[in-house]
């Protein structure tokens, strides 16, 4: 049976991160404090010895990928970035003031904004209530992101040996969406910035053993 370990990372901040914009498959920049970020995280990352790298293919985890590379004492093998790992896509509200797209996907709810919903029909109602909302009806829903995210466990499950330990930087919906199928409380609880969440992964499971890690990794 073959295990694999992957340590999955949110990219470190963006422009559109410092304005509260919502971020899916619209890219920006790091900020300077996210380029810190993800260095902060390959320190803390350094002395693990990763055999393989992937990420998304959105410049913003490219480039958290290569700084935290920068710290690393052992450089693992790069796999060519996969939209497979991409952020979950916000259609319409793609760019958007973040709280005052969750306003109006709630507004006919009688809530307000993405936590209430959450709290009240949890997350894939509530993805589902923005994926009605949105005019174009293009917003993923809750099982095409874990529909991603299975595939994704696929192409890395092929591309890698037994016991093979993956570093992959992606995008922090896609990965609170992952940790809600888990079972893990997300309310409240979205994944920082540079933070590390652990999958195992064997021929016929998906385990998350740790989500939103900032210190302490090990």
């Excluded at 509530?126 to 696929?154: C, K, N, S």
């Excluded at 409380?185 to 969440?197: A, E, K, R």
Aim: charged letters at 20%; aromatic letters at 10%; proline letters at 4%.
């Amino acid at each position: 049976m073959t295990e694999i370990t992957i340590y999955v990372v949110r990219h470190g901040e963006t422009l559109l991160n410092s304005f509260d914009r919502m971020q899916g498959w619209v890219d920006s920049d790091l900020t300077a404090k996210g380029r810190q970020q993800a260095l902060t995280t390959g320190k803390q990352l350094a002395n693990i010895p990763f055999d393989y790298v992937c990420s998304s293919d959105l410049n913003r985890a490219i480039d958290t990928r290569d700084l935290i590379l920068s710290q690393l004492t052992h450089q693992p093998k790069i796999i060519t970035p996969n939209a497979t790992f991409r952020e979950v896509f916000f259609g319409y509200y793609e760019g958007l003031n973040a709280p005052a797209a969750w306003q109006e996907v709630s507004q006919a709810t009688g809530y307000a904004g993405q936590e209430e919903l959450i709290s009240h029909f949890g997350f894939p109602k509530t993805r589902q209530l923005m994926h009605d909302a949105d005019p174009a009806h293009q917003a993923e829903t809750y099982d095409q992101v874990i529909a991603r995210w299975r595939h994704g466990f696929d192409v890395l499950h092929e591309a890698c040996p037994d016991k093979a330990t993956v570093l992959l930087i992606t995008h922090g919906t896609f990965i609170r969406t992952l940790a809600d199928h888990q079972g893990i409380d997300i309310l409240g609880n979205f994944p920082l910035n540079g933070s590390v969440s652990i999958v195992k992964e064997t021929n016929d499971s998906i385990k998350l053993v740790s989500y939103n890690q900032t210190t302490a990794i090990k």
